[in-house]
């Protein structure tokens, strides 16, 4: 099993843009979430998801969009990029377990 | 929501000894409790998860103790190794789970 991906892996945006960062899971996780990691201010949650067709805001969600049409998918869309936004990304997936089961991270740059 | 500390953010100990990190939290009690550790430019990885109703979990090396008189949990790496050396981070759910900043520990041989 690959676990969590994420992609891409890097990302320099210019103020005003917008983009999708990608995440899939093949463990058949029903629960998975986006946190953004700021130094000094821990992991907050974005968005998150208990199933397909089924989304939530987390802690900080504006300026952020996400959609759940599949199981494995969990997209994340910046509409338009802020210099706020740039951060660390982790998409997370859980199961019955509580365990969270983290992707590599997208590191954002936004100019 | 829960409010979340770690205590300093960073700890320096000596290679065989015993680390311990502290994580406080406030309002409710949360039904369980859990510690990651995160390496640099990775995401963080589960390492173990403690119930309300249980006092001390261990796990090889490691030992975790929750509290919920003092809203308190202790994690502890014994005989601690320079390959320990990472950022750990404590978790606890709320309506969600939420995440303290990290304590980053540094094993010097």
């Known amino acids: 099993n690959a676990g969590v991906t994420q992609t891409p892996k890097f990302q320099v945006l210019k103020t005003g843009q917008s983009m999708t960062l990608q995440c899939a899971q093949d463990m058949n996780h029903e629960y998975m979430s ?26 900080v969600p504006n300026g952020y969009n996400v959609s759940r049409s599949t199981t494995e998918d969990f997209p994340l869309r910046l509409l338009s990029a802020a210099p706020s936004q740039t951060s660390v990304y982790f998409c997370a997936s859980s199961g019955a377990q509580e365990t969270q089961y983290f992707g590599p991270g997208t590191r954002l740059l936004v100019l | ?50 119930r309300e109703n249980e006092k001390e979990k261990r796990k090889e090396r490691l030992k975790v103790t929750f509290d919920t008189t003092l809203k308190q949990s ?10 320990d050396s990472a950022t750990y981070l404590c978790a606890l759910n709320d309506y969600k789970l939420s995440f303290g900043a990290g304590t980053t520990v540094t094993v010097r041989a």
């Open chain 1, 34 to 59: 986006w946190y953004r990691q700021d130094p000094g201010m821990g992991l907050r949650l974005i968005h998150y998801s208990v199933g397909a067709g089924i989304t939530d805001q987390g802690e």
């Open chain 2, 74 to 83: 202790l994690f502890h790496i014994t005989a601690s190794q320079p390959a």
């Open chain 2, 1 to 50: 929501s829960q409010k979340i500390e770690q205590n300093s953010e960073a700890l320096n100990i000596q290679e065989g000894k015993t680390a311990t990190l502290t994580c406080n939290y406030t309002n409710y009690s949360p039904a369980y409790l859990q510690w990651y550790r995160q390496d640099p430019g990775r995401g963080p990885v589960f390492l173990l998860l403690i």
